[in-house]
């Protein structure tokens, strides 16, 4: 009975069953696997650890700019260059 159920399963390849209806397979890991997920592990460990430090000196930074009573930016920062605007062709600007 519990055969026919996998096989129906398996064969009907609806979308609408729920994934926690299906039966759990479980797949044995190779060394090779393994060695993946240690160095999977190692990378997110080794990035969280540069987002970390980099968050350490950004704060550091900001403290002794506090110490010092000065602002971070003096004047406004503006993404477009000051004077009138001028039409530069596109194309002639990519070269």
Do not use: C
């Amino acid at each position: 009975m519990e055969e026919e159920k996998k096989t129906e399963l398996e064969n009907s390849g609806d979308s609408a069953i729920h994934p926690a209806e299906l039966p759990l397979v479980v797949r044995r890991l190779t060394g090779f696997g393994v060695f993946l997920y240690i160095l999977h592990g190692i990378g997110v460990t080794l990035g969280l650890t540069l987002l970390w430090s980099l968050e350490a000196v950004r704060n550091s930074f900001f403290r002794l700019l506090d110490r010092w009573n000065l602002k971070a930016r003096v004047r406004r920062a503006s993404a477009f260059p000051p004077g009138p605007i001028t039409n530069r062709n596109i194309a002639q600007a990519r070269r």
